[in-house]
């Protein structure tokens, strides 16, 4: 099941966009078997990362749901409207602060930009299946 986007127009009001979802998505969240997020960003939330971290564990314990990140890392601090984001960090810290929620969430992170690829967890599950495959046909 699909999710709508939610829009937070010259801002990244990540906790007000999730609060919308999770009232007007998943109201009906006996009729569905399993639910997730995925939230598609190019910085990080306006609130504080302890803060989300502890609503997005609850809310996604409450609904059996996942929060899946996919951020993409610009080269830019401000946007192409020219709006400076309430709260900056740099893409590491911006990472760091997504793997935190994300693992709050039971999701997964994806990080990438326009070098390509620079972390994702599904691709790290997969690379180490091949290791464990390789591994295993040597012995």
Wanted: with cysteine; net charge negative; aromatic share 10%.
């Amino acid at each position: 099941r699909w999710v709508l986007s939610l829009q937070c127009k010259g801002s990244r009001n990540f906790m007000s966009a999730l609060r919308r979802a999770v009232e007007i998505d998943f109201k009906d969240k006996d009729k569905h078997k399993s639910q997730g997020l995925y939230l598609l960003t190019t910085g990080i939330p306006d609130q504080e990362t302890h803060t989300i971290s502890a609503y997005v564990a609850e809310v996604c314990r409450g609904f059996d749901l996942q929060l899946h990140v996919c951020l993409f890392s610009v080269m830019e601090d401000v946007d192409s409207s020219g709006i400076i984001p309430a709260r900056y960090a740099n893409p590491i810290e911006t990472a760091i602060a997504f793997k935190e929620i994300v693992q709050a969430a039971n999701g997964r992170f994806h990080w990438f930009g326009e070098a390509g690829i620079f972390e994702s967890d599904d691709i790290t599950v997969i690379v180490s299946e091949m290791e464990k495959a390789n591994n295993y046909s040597q012995k």
